[in-house]
């Protein structure tokens, strides 16, 4: 089947695409507060790209498909660069966009995220809110495990003790906020928050508030952590460079078209392109900036473009007697130029910060209003000698990412500049995530991405004491409480004015840098369709398909 190419630039889409229908996640009380920007020049998009709404975007468009097509048996993916350390959501090191997609095809949530706060059935059927406190939800009785077991409230309940191992992890952040749990039947359970949680059903239906199976939960190997009721079961996997998978036959959703589809971790750039040609992978999600064009004026493929809501960003080590000097802090954000590490890290593909706050790009009330800390080296000076810094090596840590690998090498060279010696440190990223850990951070510096959603609640993430994707080891108890707070304030108005302030007092206290986004490209064969598109970047596979007659 020929499909006219396609060239999009996606800049607001629904957030996480864990329906078969539609995409999912959006914020839960409205869009973000300025138009995004858009791609860079010499993107590779050229000419006649079209920019699609709110309404969300799929790969094929939603074109219909004859009843008697042929399908591909198996389609090979791959990866946008952040390796599949682990499957297991209770593990901190699947704090990665690649692993979330993952568990969208192996595991199912309780709800559906359908954006602008409306919430669909998965797991659950119905539910009761109440005062957001205790919420009791009625389960589908019609679900079973890949491993033959039959969903009840209690795998649910098992999921959450699990979770509460799992520190470091998103899916300890998303279920710590509940109290208690009820199994009033094996299709009714009851929850008791800690407070009232207006973000509660936002946060489970995130990919790491996956539904595991309570006795694979109680063997305790790493496999039986695979085990899931999603649209696909694992086949093998094998960590950082594939995990590969099969249909579920049995799924209690729509069984999706596709009968094996592997997601590939390709560290090497021009194999990726070659592997595009020849025809050994039929989507990717990391094509080289450089041929993009050349695919994308090729009636062979498809290119979709689509900025990412996660920014990159570097942080600081708020219990290092240097990087936890204020005065050191100001000395880097100085002597940083955003442009050019923008460049470094992602070339023609980069979105430049327009603000100073540490945010998601699309995600409802980021404050536009707080202002970029000039590049200005010789002011960078004078703070560098008001600080504690003695001219000892600073230590930079990253993950095996080429955008933040490349931006940690330009941040080096532009701190040298200015007097401060560092040394860059690049670890695969299961090991990254240990090193710079809340709890235990080894790290002075990092450069890293943080996973956002187009809720406001993803503030707690990187701000909150203990959480998973706290690098910069940040506790401030004013935005502690006041993250504590957000959840509680029902009113829209009142919500917009405390985030908003809980952003100028983080970038007063300045634990993180605001660097870049992405614009990323996913690049199809002819014939692939059913790709619901995010730009949290782990994209809906689940219903992916090839044409093939």
Known sequence: MKKKKKIIAIVIVLIMGLSLVAACGGG?????????????????????????????????GGEPVPDDAVYAESLDVIT???????LNPFNAATNTTTTQQVFIMIYDRLVNNLGEGNFGPSLATSWDPGDFRTIRMTLRDDVYFHNGEKFTAEDIEATIIASREGVGSQSHDIWRVVESVRVLSPTEIEFTLNAVNVDFFTSISHPHASILNKSAIESGTERDFWIGTGAFSVRSFSSNEY??????????????????????????????????????????????????????????????????????????????????????????????NLDELAMAGAGAFAVGAQDGSLYGLFSEFRNTDIPKVPHDPDKAR???????????????????????????????????????????????????????????????????????????????????????????????????????????????????????????????????IMAFWRLQTLVVADGVGGVILSPMAFHDLRNAYMVVG
């Open 243 to 336: 995990a590969a998978m099969e249909r579920n036959e049995n799924y209690w959703g729509d069984v999706p078209r596709t009968k094996n589809i592997t997601f590939r971790n390709i560290p090497e750039m021009s194999t990726r392109t070659i592997m595009l040609q020849t025809g050994e992978v039929q989507i990717s999600m990391g094509t080289p900036a450089d041929d993009v064009p050349m695919f994308a004026a090729d009636p062979n493929y498809s290119v979709f473009e689509l900025i990412s809501n996660n920014p990159h960003y570097i942080s600081f080590n708020m219990n290092d007697p240097v990087t936890g000097d204020h005065n050191f802090r100001m000395a880097v954000a100085h002597a940083v």
């Open 382 to 512: 004078e703070f560098l000698a008001a600080s504690n810094y003695t001219g000892e090596p600073i230590e930079i840590s990253t993950g095996s990412i080429s955008t933040v690998a490349r931006a940690a090498e330009m941040l080096q060279e532009q701190l040298q500049r200015v007097g401060i010696n560092t040394t860059v440190n690049v670890m695969d990223l299961a090991g990254f995530m240990s090193y710079a850990s809340y709890r235990d951070n080894q790290s002075q510096m990092t450069v890293y991405i943080l996973p956002t959603t187009l809720s406001a609640s993803h503030m707690r993430n990187a701000f909150f004491p203990g959480s998973g994707l706290n690098r910069a080891s940040y506790n401030n108890p004013e935005i502690a409480s006041l993250l504590d707070m957000a959840p509680t304030i029902t009113d829209l108005n009142a919500r917009r004015d405390h985030y908003l302030r809980l952003q100028e007092i983080v970038a007063e206290d300045m634990p993180y």
């Open 28 to 60: 839960d009380s409205g869009p973000a507060q300025q138009a995004p920007p858009q791609p860079g020049q010499g993107s590779g998009s050229g000419s006649g790209s079209t920019v699609v709404g709110q309404e969300g975007a799929v790969v094929g």
């Open 80 to 86: 946008e660069g952040t390796a599949l350390a682990v």
